[in-house]
Every structure is written in C-alpha cells, then in structure tokens.
C-alpha cells in the first residue's frame, strides 16, 4: 500500500500556512460591534446595508452557511471594527466616524465549521446622513479543498429606506448617500480554520 503519510502533512502544512497569512495582519484587538444596535442617534455619522448568504451549488454538510462576522479597517486610523452578524440574512446600522473604509475578511459558519475569506472592498463614509453601502451577496461554493467565495453587491434604494423606517423610524428623515464598496464583484479562496470538528462525521482528511 502506498505511504501517502508525507503528503498528508505537506497538505496540512500548507493549509496552516495559508490561514497564518491571512490571519497574522489582523492580530490584536478589533472593536466588536452588533448588527443592530440598540438605539442610534440622527447626530452620528451612520453606514448600513444588508448581508445575505447562500450557496452556489449541492453541499454534503447539515447545515448552510452563515456569516460568523465581518470586519472593516479604518485607512487613516487603522482602526479595526468587527460586525458580529450570527446569521444568513442580517441588515447592519454602524455609528462610524467619516473616512475611507475596506472590507477586509469575512468568517462563515457552517455548524461546527469555520471558514474564512480575506477581502479588499473600500468605500468612503461621509459626514452626516446615512452611508448604504448596499446589499452584499456572499455566495459560497460548495465544500471542496479549494474552495471560493463570492461577494458582490447589489442596491435598492426604496428598500433601503423602508427598512430606516421599519428598524430606526428617528433616522428616516437624514438624507442618504450612496457609497457603493469597490470592487463590486470580487471571487476569493475560502479557507477553513481552526477549531475543525474533530468527531469522526465531521472528517473529511485521513489525518482527523
């Protein structure tokens, strides 16, 4: 029977050496943020929009896809904000100062595994008003060892607006700007991370 141990490991290797490089940048501290705040204020300066996930073919796992969180770098500060979502579909409303912004990972959830996807969308945020960045579509391929993801983003203005009115009826009146990320479609390798299930069902290397 061939050893097939070495290549095993090499393939390990280079999966951890994958997920180091997109995690190492982003170590330290992010301010963790809800999708939807509890109240906000027409003084502050407000970016909102709404996250949906699917799938774009069969899939062997029990569970779809949701996304885990998603976060955002100030360029001028470097300030980091993580969006704490727990769900497929989710409208956010974030209290952000005004600057230029990128999307710079996503993490998606499928049960008890996790995947992450590094990201390279920007867009600005001015003062005052209300920010839609749009409606972004995260598609997620089906599970195979390299896997994609794509996000592109749509936008509806009149749904924007009845969903100021149903969720922040206070903010209803503040003029929207639209400040669509770029790319708009982007397609990106989708890497799973640690903790990976390590009961046998959820197996799929000959190393679990």
Not at 62 to 83: D, G, I, K, S
Not at 153 to 176: C, F, H, N
Not at 179 to 187: C, G, Y
Not at 190 to 201: A, K, M, N
């Amino acid at each position: 029977m061939k050893d097939t141990s070495g290549y095993l490991v090499m393939k390990e290797l280079r999966s951890l050496m994958l997920v180091f490089g997109m995690t190492f940048p982003f170590l330290g501290c992010a301010t963790e943020m809800v999708p939807l705040p509890a109240s906000l204020s027409a003084d502050q300066t407000i970016v909102f929009g709404e996250i949906q996930t699917s799938l774009t073919g069969p899939t062997t796992r029990w569970y779809a896809p949701q996304v885990r969180f998603f976060e955002l770098m100030n360029h001028t500060t470097e300030e980091r904000f993580r969006v704490d979502v727990e769900a497929a579909d989710s409208p956010f409303f974030l209290a952000l100062a005004p600057g230029e912004y990128e999307l710079v990972r996503v993490q998606i959830n499928e049960g008890a595994f996790r995947s992450m996807a590094q990201l390279n969308s920007t867009f600005q945020v001015r003062k005052g008003g209300l920010n839609y960045l749009g409606k972004w579509e995260v598609k997620v391929h089906p599970p195979t060892y390299l896997r994609l993801i794509d996000v592109s983003v749509e936008t509806d203005l009149e749904d924007a607006k009845a969903e100021v009115r149903s969720l922040y009826p206070d903010l209803a009146g503040l003029p929207i700007h639209l400040q669509i990320p770029t790319p708009k479609d982007s397609e990106t390798r989708l890497v799973e991370i640690s903790p990976y299930p390590r009961v046998w069902w959820f197996c799929r290397h000959l190393t679990c």
